[in-house]
Structures are given as C-alpha cells and as structure tokens.
C-alpha cells in the first residue's frame, strides 16, 4: 500500500476547557488600574493579559474559533499554571501523519523540532519521523469552548516557534529518493510564521522543495489555514497553485476566501454550490476541497467523482475520532462510520450536485457525542490522501 508524505509543522498541543473558571482567571491577569477587557475583534498579535482576555470574550461572543501569537513568553510560561491541561501531538503534518499510520496507512512526517516529549505522545507504529534541528518543540495552548451546539477553539501561540526552517534535509532526500512510495504529499506550515513577511520566507522554503522535486511522481495538497488576511491567504495560493494537484479548506476558511460576511453553511444549497464552483475557478486551482461539519466536497477541472473514495475517507477518518477523541485504526474507524448516519444536508446537497460532473459532495457523518475537536481537520486530509486517486486515474 502506498504511504502519505506530510510536512511541514509539528508541534505539541495542550488543550483545556475555556469555561467561566478560567474566564475570570484571565480576568484577574489583566492590569492593575486598566479598563475591563472589551470583546473586540482582535489582530494577529496578543501582548498583553488585557488583550488576551478581550480576545477570548470576543471569540466566544462570536461564536468563532481563532489562532493568535502571544508575544509575552512570561504569558505563556503563567497560562501553564492557569488550567489542567491535557497534552497531545500537535502540527498538521504530524497530526495527519499520525492519524494515517494508526490506521495502517505508512507515512512519513518531517518534524522540524524534535522534543523529548514526542517519544511519549507517540505511537511510532507505521510512522517514519524526519527530525530536523534540535530545538525544543513549540507548545501550542488550546482552549475549547462550545456555543450555539458547536465546539470552538482558540489557539495561543508564541513566537518564533520555526526560525530555523522548516523542512528537515532527510525527509527531502528521503522524499527525493523514493517518491514512487507515497500516494500524495501533503504541504502545510506557512502559519507558522510570526508576520506575512515571515510567511513568505517560509513559503518560498517549501517552493522551492517542492521545485527540486523536479518530475518526481507524486501528488500534492496544499492544506490551507486562515491565520492571514483574505488577500495573503489568496497570495498563498498564488505561489503553490503551480505546483499543487488540490487544495483544502474547511468552511470558515472557504467564507474568507469568498469575502462572506456571514457563514458558508448559511448560504442556500443552490448558491452554495454555484459559490463553490465560481471559487475554484476564481483561485484557479484544479482540485478544491471543502470540508465542513455537513459535507465534504471537491470542485473539480476535470471528473470530480473520482474524488468519492477520498472524501468520504476523509469524513470516516474524521467522524471517528470525533467520537473517540484519538486516532483509531482501521477496523475501529468503519466500525464507527458504519453505525453513524449521514448529515441531512449533506445528502440533500449530495443530490443536487449528482448530475455535475465538476462537483462532487459526500454527506458528513453526524456524531451526537463528540469527544473532542482537536485535528480533525488534520484527520480528514489524513484519510482524503489516503484514497486520494492516483495520478492515472
């Protein structure tokens, strides 16, 4: 069986529940003398207790997720002591690499910073690491919360988590030597970055990796994060879409790219997916793929539903974890599939898209008790390469 290839982020991830405990614990960090937090919209950078703690209120207001950089490493050594967390592998690459080999597919995964604590996290079965320097892994702090019936998440991050680069040599020339070995190779991290400028830097590091594979066959997919502003994350795009087969999104990510101002998923079926259609050709990419909390789908420039088996390996790998809250294996995760039923909506607009040959959604499988929300983004393009078709097909 063939393998993925994943890169270029790891991190660990330590998550804890945002209820009105650690609210007021926030709180009561903010300084002495200032005005209470407003919940306001917040930019990328977080320097102060006062901005944190406004940050969070405005999230939770809104109904939204985020991810911001805490400037003040004096902030995040204290956020350690402010909550119980529980920790966990962290990073697209590594997170997807993980999900796939538990599930018996191989994978091989470029850690730019190897820290101490992966040796724990791990199960190492079915997975090959590259390492790069050896700099202490960053630690991502997670808070969860849910609202209106759906969970939410705030990232808090420091900075200059990747200042060394990104992709580890190994896993270049491992890549380079044995390409024929990996079904697709998955490209993520530009986020990493503490400014757009810095994001071009690493940009133009993946680039040109991806350059000097030269005519080597294998697929790429380019996994989005909205961390940037509408036009970068479309500048983002700009620099990969030459050298990419697919790109992924989730829903809120894909409403910044189309400038909604409200929700994808509030759009009627019809628009939704003539938006869809409009935004593919607009980006100009050849494959794009959505998934959301009700479908996944894949607007194509060719025959879409060849991309069936990877999307609906996607929501089972998905939908599995959601309700297990970790990795699973193969027979766990069609045990899982096979007992939840199909998003309503999503049946409804797999449907109408049936007669499309350049649109293809598969219905979200619904989870009534989800135990967790971390990576299962990361888990869905795990199991979409996994199925992903073959250059060939």
């Not at 901005?51 to 004096?74: H, P």
Request: aromatic fraction near 6%; proline fraction near 5%.
């Amino acid at each position: 069986m063939k393998g993925i290839a994943c890169g270029f982020t790891a991190n660990i991830d330590a998550k804890a529940s945002l209820d009105g405990k650690l609210l007021e614990k926030l709180r009561s960090r903010c300084e002495s003398g200032s005005e209470p937090p407003t919940p306001k919209r917040p930019g990328m950078y977080l320097h102060s207790w006062t901005d944190l703690a406004g940050a969070v209120e405005w999230n939770m207001r809104a109904g939204r997720g985020g991810e911001y950089i805490v400037t003040c490493e004096r902030m995040l050594r204290e956020l350690r002591g402010l909550a119980d967390w529980t920790w966990s592998v962290g990073g697209t690459g590594l997170q997807a690499a993980r999900a796939a080999a538990a599930a018996g597919c191989p994978a091989m995964v470029n850690v730019p910073a190897w820290t101490a604590e992966y040796d724990f996290l791990l199960n190492h079965e079915g997975l090959e690491e590259e390492r790069g320097n050896g700099k202490e892994a960053p630690v991502h702090y997670i808070l969860e919360y849910n609202r209106n019936g759906r969970a939410n998440r705030i990232i808090l991050r420091g900075t200059g988590e990747f200042a060394g680069g990104l992709i580890a040599p190994e896993f270049a020339a491992r890549l380079k030597g044995s390409a024929d070995r990996f079904r697709a190779l998955l490209v993520s991290g530009y986020n990493a970055a503490d400014s757009p400028e810095e994001a071009a830097d690493l940009i133009g590091e993946q680039v040109r990796f991806l350059r000097s594979l030269g005519s080597h066959p294998i697929p790429v997919h380019l996994e989005l994060a909205a961390f940037f502003s509408r036009e970068e994350q479309l500048g983002v795009i700009r620099r990969f879409k030459p050298l990419v087969r697919s790109v992924g999104c989730n829903e809120d990510e894909m409403a910044e790219l189309l400038g909604l101002e409200g929700a994808l998923l509030k759009l009627p079926d019809a628009e939704l997916l003539d938006r869809l259609g409009e935004a593919r050709i607009r980006l100009g990419v050849r494959n794009l793929i959505v998934h959301t909390h009700q479908f996944a789908v894949c607007v194509s420039d060719g025959e879409a539903r060849k991309w069936e088996p990877a999307l609906g390996g996607g929501i089972r790998f998905a939908a599995a974890r959601a309700a297990t809250g970790r990795f699973c294996t193969a027979e766990e995760i069609e045990a899982i599939a096979s007992g939840l039923p199909p998003n309503a909506r999503g049946v409804r607009l797999a449907g109408a898209a049936a007669g499309m040959r350049h649109i293809c959604v598969v219905p979200a499988l619904e989870v009534k008790q989800v135990v967790g929300t971390i990576g299962l983004g990361d888990t869905f393009a795990a199991g979409l390469l996994a199925f992903a078709p073959g250059l060939d097909d």
